[in-house]
């Protein structure tokens, strides 16, 4: 039972890149969750999902897209990189009200 | 909506002196509350969590935490830190009853000195 896992751990992108981090859960959680930490500003939403199929737009979902196409699977792809999107972002998952987190996925973009 | 006030945005501490982590709330709605713990270049885990009943709730390695509705605060305690407590703790909330959202405060980083 792995939990919650991410990929990749590291990045680095130049201004303008794209790319997608994966998100996996082997709980059968229906909800899952992006977030970004950033220092001072604690964890912001970027988006969510309440089931297979399903996203909505949390508090900072600017400038960034996600796809829920199987259940245990929650991907957040990065169009066109800026370096405001220097953070390091973290994958949730949970049944009810507790969230299980990732390690998370450190970006940086220059 | 809800949101999270955590009064302390770092907190040092001697090693196995009291320590105090506050957290305030503002909403509408019942609330369920939280505490998670983010250890270095780590995810966060699940510290406690209030759902219901008694108002005192505590974890499994000696924090505990106390619901008072009238402060709408639920701050955090540990009688005795160790070296192995320095961590960030960011308290969260949720509405009950509805969609399992959470809205987190800013964090507190936990700085326990030997």
């Known amino acids: 039972n792995a939990g919650v896992t991410q990929t990749p751990k590291f990045r680095v992108l130049k201004t303008g890149q794209s790319m997608t981090l994966l998100c996996a859960q082997d709980?059968?959680?229906?909800?899952m969750y992006w977030y970004r930490q950033d220092p001072g500003m604690g964890l912001r939403l970027i988006h969510y999902s309440v089931g297979e199929g399903t996203t909505a737009k949390g508090e900072v979902p600017d400038g960034y897209n996600v796809s829920r196409l199987k259940k245990q699977n929650f991907l957040l792809g990065l169009e066109s990189a800026a370096p405001s999107q220097t953070s390091v972002y973290f994958c949730?998952?949970?049944?009810?009200?507790?969230?299980?987190f990732g390690p998370g996925t450190r970006l940086l973009v220059l | 909506a809800q949101s999270v006030t955590q009064l302390d945005s770092q907190v040092p501490v001697f090693e196995e002196a009291p320590v105090e982590l506050r957290c305030n709330y503002s909403?509408?709605?019942?609330?369920?509350l939280f505490w998670y713990v983010q250890y270095p270049n780590q995810g966060l885990q699940l510290l406690l969590k209030?759902?219901?009943?008694?108002?005192l709730v505590e974890s499994i390695n000696g924090f505990e935490a106390e619901f008072n509705k009238s402060q709408t605060s639920f701050h955090l305690r540990k009688p005795s830190v160790h070296i192995s407590d320095t961590a960030e703790y960011f308290c969260a909330v949720i509405r009950s009853g509805g969609s399992y959202i959470p809205t987190f405060g800013r964090g507190t980083s936990l700085i326990v000195h030997p």
């Open positions: 909403s509408s709605v019942s609330v369920y």
């Open positions: 209030y759902l219901s009943g008694s108002t």
């Open positions: 709980m059968n959680h229906e909800y």
């Open positions: 949730a998952s949970g049944m009810g009200e507790t969230q299980y």
